[in-house]
């Protein structure tokens, strides 16, 4: 919620709680990835930044898919104009979601280089800078045939970049809600429900590597 909305609540509670209420009785009857989108719509059309990124997350977290998210903006061309579209992408783009990175959305990703694959022993995790983006990388040994796990360090959550020092063992915990997730398989053990994005990744020539 923004400052404002904060100021009002607190100077104005009850015209503000019937505002609220109406809000929510205006969508009763829509699913929440419906009533995510128009919201999402709603802060595109009125150019407020903090509750698009804040419903943009929400609307990720309830199942919609990217290419949903674009739809939506698409299909809102007639009231938004080409002008906040690009807008909201630009703001996309700055937030960097691992859901819009063109590989997700059928272009054809970019192999990166990770780290050497010596560099990291059976049964280890480890956190690298690669190109812009944070990377938790995990590597074990089944059968002997090495598996490797690349996940993004953004958390799924709200987006923080999840440092090193949230790693303990196997589990790496969110700073900022206390998601917590399994560095071997990426799932979230507890508080969330969403795991952690994994990239595809292949070793060349010694080289792990990781596609987005
Ligand atoms: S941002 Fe909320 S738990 Fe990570």
């Known amino acids: 919620m923004s400052d404002a909305l904060d100021f009002l609540v ?9 505002y609220f209420s109406f809000l929510k009785d205006c969508g009763k009857h829509l699913d929440p990835k419906t009533r995510d989108l128009i919201s999402v719509i709603t802060k595109v059309h009125s150019q407020t930044e903090r509750g698009f990124r804040q419903y943009l997350n929400r609307a990720l977290r309830d199942g919609c898919s990217p290419a949903e998210v674009l739809d939506a903006l698409l299909m809102a061309f007639p009231a938004l104009g080409l002008a906040k579209i690009v807008w909201a992408v630009d703001i996309i783009l700055a937030m960097d979601l691992p859901q819009f990175q063109p590989a997700e959305l059928g272009a054809e990703g970019e192999w990166h280089d990770v780290m050497a694959a010596a560099e990291l022993e059976p049964g280890g995790v480890t956190r690298v800078d690669c190109d812009g983006r944070g990377l938790f990388v995990h590597h074990v040994v089944h059968n002997t045939e090495s598996v490797w796990q690349v996940f993004d360090s953004r958390c799924p959550h709200q987006t923080t970049n999840i440092p090193h020092l949230a790693l303990d063992g196997t589990t790496l915990t969110c700073p900022k809600h206390q998601w917590a997730f399994d560095v071997r398989s990426g ?21 792990l590597q990781a596609r987005w």
């Open 10 to 18: 607190k100077t104005r509670p009850e015209a503000m709680t019937h």
């Open 187 to 207: 799932q979230c053990t507890a508080k969330g429900d969403t795991p952690l994005k994994r990239w595809d990744s292949r070793v060349v020539d010694g080289r």
